[in-house]
Structures are given as structure tokens and as C-alpha cells.
């Protein structure tokens, strides 16, 4: 993206992401590994260092070198991004659907009801409405905490197969189980589901304004 | 480690301007330091204020501000909101609008000023070249780059329209800075840290972002805005319901947009003094033996006046920081700018609605301008820190089947960025396909820009695989193109906004219009220049008339020599040399003119 000997953006190919990074496609990264490659490479190709420059096709090469690294950054920098980007460039991505996770599946309806109740009492500003059902909040933020954790131990158990088949693949794009695909897809609709409900049990647990 | 990139020049080229809805600001580097452009007054506050003359006269600034009330349909206030408003917006203002507007033409404001319809690109253009040459004239120097602010809510086309009205100006290059990010860079630069929530507040729009400096990056975390919710709302409750008592006494008034204007002035006057004293009067005096009107406005009424403004505010706040996922307690600051942060219950509002005090900035007035002027050093390589990673303001999505959205960008993506979408066609040798390009700014999609395609090779229906890239870049202006991939043949494109200029107008304007607009920026400016030098020599005349008696031979003879010399410049061609003649003549009055002031106080005392 950026000449080595000049210091002037070059224009860029479709590469995907992972080469832009200049990493195999392993789905295990440190956020922090990611990020020290982001900003070194955004230290040389950010437009705003050629704005001035006399000939505004660099400024154009700085640009599109920004938006490639910004796109490849806004694939990889998380886990769920990264599993989207696997699925989509194996040709496997379905958009998921909201799913309530295993261990959660008992208790969903009484968790719907309690953040209904405290989230009706904050509206309402029923301080004492509010303070009745933290009770049950906390408990629930143990039950949504495990939930996490589970969910965590999950993506890593397909974050590791997916990766010892890019040790296997000399190079070549991975190639996984079947049910690798299905298992990755529904992993993305418990996230979906789980964060909404880790959002809104964090913002129950605080009385607005204090 | 790859070279740095060289230095162009020793000079600095970017100038900053801050394009306030009220009031406009333009400041430049000199040495280490910065410097203001100011009037011939020393003001350094440029009203963002037009007045166009029938005949082709041009005035700005303070001296269209200062006729206004004279000229209502032919001055134009608050430029810059024209960009964001439609027929529907001004009508409704009723004679605080005088001045008709096109409803056939939907996607840009049409306004009948000066008895010529004019579009707003064009009104904004008139205004920026003013702003120009005016910082031309401070810095002796050709002014061609700009860092230029914008609210929030701008959408992409309005930063399109924006960037291309600079360019009709004669700004060859032009960086645009989000206003909060411009203040939260100025915040930097005092020599703060940490995570802030930064809110811009003036008389058009409310602007936000979530900002924090981290291994010299400055990186947004999420940005918010609103128009339609600025001060201008106020000045305008407030003078409406003051023309209304008028009218209650007086009945129907033959002169109606005069008084529309008189009043609004006054308006905007009184709601800083209710924020001072927590009261103010509006009056109309006696005028052709009628009787006067006079209405005392309290703090009760500003707050009725601030109540939607406050709900707009408490939405923006909730956005900024779902967006970001974060909640109060994460943040460090609450830096506030602009003239409607002043009021003392939108200030708390905010500080509410962040759970923080609002901590200082230098001047709230001055912070957009000096922020942008920070930026403008670090494209000139004078300083090379922070780099700004600026988000999308608002999430650009296509229709999927069945109604819902599917995103193409999300707000809040770190920009320049880009995605590539796939389509295909329905009909068997298609070569047109058009797609609906939708935004999100705030909690419903609405309908931004049609895509056109054309010249797609006739092929069986679904053959075509026609790829569209949506590449947005750093000012946040979207680049659309396409190609259709199995035959590798670029298509042709027209992107039409609901609000802004097509792509063949931009390209259009890009190619011819600025050469001819610009003897027009000229002549604005020279007109500004000539007005406020006779300005000058007639309060002068006036004041060595009035005070014969303590004016000197020497000073009346060097007043009376520079006085001559800047009549005699006045209606040439050379601005510096009517500017310098100016400067000149206050120069030698200003003793004469400071025992002035001191005899008439002496007169009040006693």
C-alpha cells in the first residue's frame, strides 16, 4: 500500500483482509496484534498526510489505501467479524437470526419479564419498582456472565479447528467440516441475541442520572 | 520504516474556516501561533449573512448584517442551514422568509433573492469566496485550501454540495472537519486527554461526537447530530410571538417583512439577555404615530422555547453513546462550544444527560475555528499529530426483498471505507437497472439517493453480474461506481440525491462554472470593502463635525489627508489598497475618536 522506498501510498488490489494485514487467515488474533499493524500502516497512508502534496492522484492512492486498510481492519478486528469474514469468503455466509443459547433456553421468558418490569419503572420513574427487581437483575447478570462464558468457549472450540485447518492448507484457502458452516452461523445468532440482552441488563442495573 | 512524506513549501497553505449557521470565523497560522481575519472593526465574527441587490451589488458579512432590517428581501441569514432545508423548512417562517422559493425543484432550495432565483450551492459559494478573499486579504497571499467546518447531520450529497460550493469559491483544495471533532482537536491542543464527549451547539445545528486520543490517533467513536434545533429556532419563537402582539395592536402591517426583520434582530439580542440577566424587553417604537409595543421576556419563556430542543439533545446523547457502547460512566469529559451551550439550561441539560460537568475550553466561540486550524497545520505537515480516524455519519443501506434494510456501511465505520455490493437483472437484455440508496442517521432509514445504471451488456436475465462500490472518503462525500464484472466493462452511473446535486451536475459545475462565478466573488467583496470604507469616512466627517471643538489642526489635517486618499482609492479595482486606506483613516482618527467616547460617557455620567 505504501512504497517501502519513497513513503508514497501505491494504489491497491483486492487482496482480502488478511493480506492486507500480511497474516494467514487464522481466526485467532490478539485484538492488540491487529491494532499495532492498523495504526502502523494508517501512520503512512492516511490521506490527511498528502492533502498538500502537488499531485492529486497521491492523494488519491492515500484514499484508497486508507479504505482498504479501514475495510480489512473493520473485517478482523473482532472475533464475530472475523468469523463473518471466514463464512463469507469460504461462500458459506447466511445472514443469522436472533437464537436464545442452550443454557439459556429454560429461563427466557422469566428474563424477558424482568427487564420488562425494570425497564417499565425507569420509564416511569418508579424508583422503588426499579429497586424490587434488582434482585432478580443480579441474578440474572450471573445466569447472562455464565452465558458468555460459554458462548466464549464455543467460538473457541471453532476458532480451532478452523485455524488447524490453515496450518494443514500450505497456503491454500482452509477447508472445514460441514458442520463447521452450520455450527458458526448459529454461534452468530446466539451472539446477537446475547448482546442485547448483556446491553440491557447493564444499562437495568444503573437508576438514570445517578 | 518508510521515508516520511516531504514537506511541499514553507508556507502554509490551509486556512481555516469555520462556516457558522450565524456566524463565521477564519483563522490562519502565523508562526507558531494563530492569527484571525477580521473586519475593519478588529471583529473577528463574520455574520453568515448575504445581501444581494437587485442590480447585481454583493454585500457580506457585517455590512449585509448591519442593513438587513432595511433590505429584508434581498439580505439572507444563516447561509448554511439553506443546504439542509427544503420548501417545507422556510415557508413556514412566513416574513421572517421573505423571499420566494422554487417548490418545483426538490433537491436543492431555490431562492428568490435580489429578484433572481438563485440555488443555495450557489448563495453558499457567493458567501465562502467572500470569506476567501477576505482571508487574502489579511494574509497578502493567494488563499486556494481550505479546512472548512460541518455539522454532523450533513448527509454525504451535503458534503458533496458544501465541498463543490468551496470549489465555485476558489478553494482548489478543501478538507472538510466535522464541528465537534474541529473543537475536540482544539481541546487537544489545550493540552487535554482522555475520553470526551464533545457537543457543538449554535444557531442551525446540534452536533456530537465521542472522541478519544490514543498512540496519536484521534479516534471517533461515534458522532450524532440534528438540524432545525439551533438558536435560530428561538430567535424565531421569540419573534413570532412578538410580531404576533404587534399585529394584535396594530392590525394587518402594510410593511410586514421590514418589521419581521427588525424584530427577529431584536430577538436574537434579547435572548442573550434574558441568558445574562434572566430577562429582556422587546420593543417597537412609536413609528408614524402609532403606538409603540413592548413585551418583557422572562426565563420561563426560554425554557418553553428550549423544550423540544432538549428532547432533541437527550436523543443525541443516547445515540452517541449506544453507538459507541458505552454508558456515562466511561467518560472522562464534557467539552462544550458554540453560542447556544451558553444557555444555562441546555448546558445543564447536557451535563445531565453525560452525568459530567462541562469542562473548559479556551473560548467556546473560538474553538471550532482553532480546532480546524489545527488540522490545517497538520496537512501542512506542521505538525503531525493527531490523525483524525473520522466515522460515517449516518449508515447507507439498499432494500432488501420484503421491505427491510440490508446495510451496505454501518454509522460509525472508520472512514475512508468502502464495500462492494453484486446484483443482477430481472428482464431478459436489460441494460438499465436503478437501485434506492437508503440512510440511516438516526433510528429510521430514509430514502437518500437513486442509483441509474446504464450501457449493461444485453444478456440473459440474471447473467449480468454487476458490481456497485460504495467508497466513502475522508470528508465523508460517497463516490459510487460500476462494472459489470463478467465482461469487465465499466457501466454508466448517475447518482440522483433526494437533497443535492446529481453526479453529471457535480462534474458539470467541477468543469465550467467557477471561472465564470468568479469576477461575481469579486465584485461581492470589493462592494463589502467599499461599503464599510465609506462607512469610515462618513462617521468620521460626522464625528470631526460633531467634536470641532477637541479635535487639533494637526489631527483634523492628517484625518482630512487619508481621508482623501481612501475616497480616492474607493471605487478602483485594488482591494488592499482601499483596505490599507482604510486602516489608515481609523488609525489617525483613533485618538479623536477615543476622547469622542470619553466626553460622550462623561455626558451619561452626569
Given at each position: 500500500m505504501v512504497c517501502g522506498r519513497c513513503g508514497m501510498p501505491q494504489p491497491v488490489e483486492d487482496v482480502g483482509p488478511f493480506a492486507v494485514f500480511g497474516i494467514p487467515p487464522r481466526l485467532t488474533w490478539e485484538a492488540a496484534e491487529l491494532h499495532a499493524t492498523y495504526q502502523d500502516l494508517a501512520r503512512r497512508c492516511h490521506p490527511d498526510l498528502f492533502q498538500a502534496h502537488r499531485d492529486e492522484r497521491v492523494l488519491q492512492a492515500a484514499r484508497g489505501a486508507m479504505r482498504t486498510l479501514n475495510d480489512a481492519h473493520r473485517a478482523l478486528k473482532n472475533r464475530v467479524g472475523r468469523l463473518?469474514?471466514?463464512?463469507?469468503?469460504?461462500?458459506?455466509?447466511?445472514?443469522?437470526?436472533?437464537?436464545?443459547?442452550?443454557?439459556?433456553?429454560?429461563?427466557?421468558?422469566?428474563?424477558?419479564?424482568?427487564?420488562?418490569?425494570?425497564?417499565?419503572?425507569?420509564?416511569?420513574?418508579?424508583?422503588?419498582?426499579?429497586?424490587?427487581?434488582?434482585?432478580?437483575?443480579?441474578?440474572?447478570?450471573?445466569?447472562?456472565?455464565?452465558?458468555?462464558?460459554?458462548?466464549?468457549?464455543?467460538?473457541?472450540?471453532?476458532?480451532?479447528?478452523?485455524?488447524?485447518?490453515?496450518?494443514?492448507?500450505?497456503?491454500?484457502?482452509?477447508?472445514?467440516?460441514?458442520?463447521?458452516?452450520?455450527?458458526?452461523?448459529?454461534?452468530?445468532?446466539?451472539?446477537?441475541?446475547?448482546?442485547?440482552?448483556?446491553?440491557?441488563?447493564?444499562?437495568?442495573?444503573?437508576?438514570?442520572?445517578? | 520504516m518508510a521515508a516520511q512524506p516531504t514537506r511541499q513549501s514553507t508556507e502554509p497553505d490551509f486556512v481555516a474556516f469555520d462556516l457558522g449557521t450565524g456566524t463565521s470565523r477564519i483563522a490562519y497560522a502565523r508562526g507558531e501561533g494563530h492569527a484571525f481575519v477580521t473586519d475593519l472593526a478588529g471583529d473577528a465574527r463574520i455574520p453568515s449573512v448575504i445581501a444581494l441587490s437587485g442590480g447585481g451589488g454583493i454585500l457580506a458579512g457585517a455590512a449585509a448584517r448591519d442593513r438587513q432590517a432595511l433590505y429584508p428581501q434581498h439580505t439572507l441569514r444563516s447561509l448554511r442551514s439553506l443546504l439542509t432545508a427544503g420548501p417545507g423548512t422556510v415557508t413556514p417562517r412566513g416574513p421572517f422568509f421573505p423571499h420566494p422559493v422554487n417548490s418545483d425543484v426538490q433537491t436543492m432550495l431555490q431562492v428568490d433573492v435580489g429578484e433572481r432565483e438563485r440555488p443555495a450551492i450557489e448563495l453558499i459559494a457567493l458567501f465562502l469566496a467572500f470569506l476567501r478573499r477576505s482571508a487574502e486579504l489579511a494574509l497578502e497571499r493567494p488563499v486556494t485550501a481550505g479546512v472548512v467546518t460541518v455539522p454532523t447531520c450533513f448527509t454525504p450529497f451535503d458534503r458533496q454540495t458544501l465541498r463543490v460550493a468551496a470549489r465555485m469559491a476558489g478553494l482548489e483544495r478543501v478538507r472538510l472537519i466535522d464541528e465537534p471533532i474541529a473543537v475536540a482537536e482544539a481541546w487537544l491542543a489545550a493540552g487535554?486527554?482522555?475520553?470526551?464527549?464533545?457537543?457543538?451547539?449554535?444557531?442551525?445545528?446540534?452536533?456530537?461526537?465521542?472522541?478519544?486520543?490514543?498512540?496519536?490517533?484521534?479516534?471517533?467513536?461515534?458522532?450524532?447530530?440534528?438540524?432545525?434545533?439551533?438558536?435560530?429556532?428561538?430567535?424565531?419563537?421569540?419573534?413570532?410571538?412578538?410580531?404576533?402582539?404587534?399585529?394584535?395592536?396594530?392590525?394587518?402591517?402594510?410593511?410586514?417583512?421590514?418589521?419581521?426583520?427588525?424584530?427577529?434582530?431584536?430577538?436574537?439580542?434579547?435572548?442573550?439577555?434574558?441568558c445574562e440577566r434572566g430577562h429582556a424587553e422587546l420593543q417597537l417604537p412609536i413609528v408614524g404615530g402609532k403606538e409603540a409595543v413592548r413585551q418583557t421576556y422572562t426565563n420561563e419563556d426560554l425554557d418553553r422555547w428550549c423544550e423540544s430542543l432538549r428532547t432533541e439533545a437527550s436523543r443525541v446523547c443516547e445515540q452517541l453513546l449506544t453507538d459507541a457502547g458505552l454508558l456515562k460512566g466511561d467518560l472522562d469529559a464534557l467539552v462544550l462550544a458554540g453560542g447556544l451551550t451558553r444557555i444555562p439550561a441546555l448546558r445543564e441539560h447536557l451535563e445531565t444527560c453525560f452525568g459530567l460537568s462541562a469542562g473548559d475550553v479556551p473560548d467556546p466561540e473560538e474553538a471550532a475555528v482553532l480546532g480546524a486550524l489545527a488540522r490545517a497545520r497538520l496537512l501542512d505537515h506542521a505538525q503531525s499529530e493527531p490523525l483524525v480516524l473520522d466515522v460515517l455519519p449516518c449508515s447507507l443501506g439498499l432494500e432488501a426483498q420484503a421491505g427491510s434494510m440490508s446495510p451496505i456501511l454501518k454509522r460509525g465505520a472508520v472512514i475512508p471505507g468502502g464495500k462492494r455490493e453484486v446484483f443482477t437483472t430481472y428482464l431478459e437484455r436489460q441494460t438499465d437497472v436503478?437501485?434506492?440508496?437508503?440512510?440511516?442517521?438516526?433510528?429510521?432509514?430514509?430514502?437518500?439517493?437513486?442509483?441509474?445504471?446504464?450501457?449493461?451488456?444485453?444478456?440473459?436475465?440474471?447473467?449480468?453480474?454487476?458490481?456497485?462500490?460504495?467508497?466513502?472518503?475522508?470528508?465523508?462525500?460517497?463516490?459510487?461506481?460500476?462494472?459489470?464484472?463478467?465482461?469487465?466493462?465499466?457501466?454508466?452511473?448517475?447518482?440522483?440525491?433526494?437533497?443535492?446535486?446529481?453526479?453529471?451536475?457535480?462534474?458539470?459545475?467541477?468543469?465550467?462554472?467557477?471561472?465564470?462565478?468568479?469576477?461575481?466573488?469579486?465584485?461581492?467583496?470589493?462592494?463589502?470593502?467599499?461599503?464599510?470604507?465609506?462607512?469610515?469616512?462618513?462617521?468620521?466627517?460626522?464625528?470631526?463635525?460633531?467634536?470641532?471643538?477637541?479635535?487639533?489642526r494637526d489631527e483634523k489635517q492628517l484625518i482630512a489627508k487619508k481621508a482623501k486618499e481612501l475616497e480616492e482609492v474607493l471605487e478602483g479595482a485594488d482591494l488592499m489598497e482601499i483596505r490599507t486606506c482604510a486602516q489608515e483613516l481609523e488609525e489617525a482618527a483613533r485618538p479623536l475618536m477615543q476622547r469622542d467616547l470619553d466626553a460622550s460617557l462623561q455626558l451619561l455620567l452626569h
Open positions: 463473518r469474514y471466514a463464512l463469507s469468503a469460504s461462500g458459506r455466509f447466511e445472514e443469522p437470526t436472533h437464537t436464545v443459547p442452550e443454557g439459556l433456553q429454560g429461563s427466557a421468558q422469566i428474563i424477558g419479564r424482568v427487564l420488562a418490569a425494570v425497564e417499565t419503572a425507569v420509564v416511569q420513574g418508579n424508583r422503588e419498582a426499579w429497586e424490587a427487581q434488582q434482585d432478580h437483575l443480579a441474578s440474572l447478570e450471573v445466569q447472562t456472565d455464565k452465558a458468555e462464558q460459554e458462548s466464549k468457549a464455543a467460538l473457541g472450540r471453532l476458532f480451532n479447528e478452523w485455524d488447524d485447518a490453515v496450518a494443514s492448507s500450505r497456503g491454500e484457502w482452509p477447508r472445514v467440516s460441514e458442520g463447521w458452516y452450520t455450527q458458526a452461523i448459529r454461534w452468530l445468532g446466539e451472539r446477537q441475541y446475547l448482546e442485547t440482552l448483556t446491553r440491557r441488563v447493564r444499562t437495568g442495573r444503573q437508576w438514570p442520572g445517578s | 487535554h486527554s482522555g475520553r470526551a464527549a464533545v457537543c457543538t451547539w449554535g444557531a442551525g445545528y446540534l452536533s456530537a461526537a465521542l472522541v478519544e486520543l490514543q498512540d496519536g490517533f484521534l479516534r471517533v467513536l461515534s458522532t450524532a447530530g440534528s438540524a432545525e434545533v439551533g438558536g435560530d429556532q428561538i430567535d424565531l419563537q421569540l419573534a413570532g410571538d412578538f410580531l404576533g402582539k404587534v399585529k394584535e395592536k396594530r392590525g394587518q402591517l402594510e410593511n410586514e417583512s421590514h418589521i419581521a426583520r427588525y424584530v427577529l434582530v431584536a430577538a436574537e439580542k434579547a435572548k442573550h439577555g434574558i436503478a437501485i434506492q440508496l437508503f440512510a440511516k442517521a438516526a433510528s429510521d432509514w430514509a430514502p437518500l439517493a437513486r442509483i441509474e445504471l446504464s450501457q449493461i451488456p444485453p444478456m440473459k436475465a440474471g447473467l449480468p453480474a454487476i458490481e456497485v462500490s460504495f467508497a466513502v472518503d475522508e470528508d465523508g462525500v460517497l463516490e459510487v461506481t460500476a462494472l459489470e464484472t463478467t465482461k469487465q466493462k465499466p457501466l454508466g452511473l448517475e447518482l440522483r440525491p433526494i437533497r443535492g446535486l446529481s453526479s453529471s451536475a457535480v462534474r458539470a459545475t467541477l468543469e465550467s462554472v467557477p471561472k465564470v462565478k468568479a469576477a461575481e466573488f469579486e465584485e461581492a467583496l470589493r462592494e463589502e470593502l467599499r461599503a464599510r470604507g465609506r462607512f469610515v469616512l462618513e462617521s468620521l466627517r460626522e464625528l470631526s463635525r460633531r467634536r470641532a471643538g477637541i479635535i487639533t
